[in-house]
């Protein structure tokens, strides 16, 4: 696990001028898929994600009858000291219903190879969580994700994103 002392230069490592780069790179590949029904990140101030912080993303569903891919996104950096992220996950449902799970996200292999895409030392993982799923109801929907690690804040975390498309 990497230290405080240790962890200041790699925070001032991140630039700016780095996450811009990945984030209209992102935009640019995304905006060109038309299947997508929803796609959108949170960004984490100084890049540490506080439970305190839930990523929070409203959804206002339309189409009950198409088949949808959930994905889950996250952004984080090459010096992040774990290989999963865990969270707390609640769904709300336009009738009122309230479910919460908790899931654990993969984010390097046994060996501690980063899956996903890399720029620098900022890599980029797209996690499909539910594949072929169709939404009951027509109406809003919320998508809250709280990070559950034990530590907090959760370090060298930028962006956790949430996407929906269009099955093929």
């Known amino acids: 696990m990497i230290t ?13 001028k780095n996450s811009l780069l990945v984030c209209a790179a992102i935009f640019i590949l995304s905006s060109c898929n038309k299947n997508v029904v929803f796609s959108k ?16 993303f409203d959804i206002e569903i339309t189409d009950t009858l198409t088949l949808n891919n959930i994905s889950l996104m996250v952004r984080h950096a ?3 000291p774990y290989r999963n992220l865990f969270l707390f996950v609640t769904t709300k449902y336009p009738d009122g219903k309230v479910m919460t799970d908790t899931m654990e996200v993969v984010l390097a292999d046994e060996k501690g190879k980063w899956q996903g895409s890399g720029a620098g030392d900022i890599f980029d993982i797209k996690v499909p969580i539910k594949k072929n799923v169709r939404f009951p109801l027509s109406g809003k929907y919320q998508f809250s994700f709280e990070q559950g690690m034990r530590v907090d804040p959760l370090p060298l975390i930028m962006d956790f994103g949430f996407e929906i498309e269009k099955s093929n």
Request: glycine share 4%; net charge positive; no cysteine.
């Open 4 to 16: 405080g002392t240790r962890l200041k230069p790699i925070l001032q490592k991140l630039t700016v």
């Open 41 to 56: 990140y949170q960004s984490f101030k100084e890049n540490e994600w506080y439970i305190k912080d839930k990523a929070v």
């Open 78 to 80: 090459d010096a992040y």
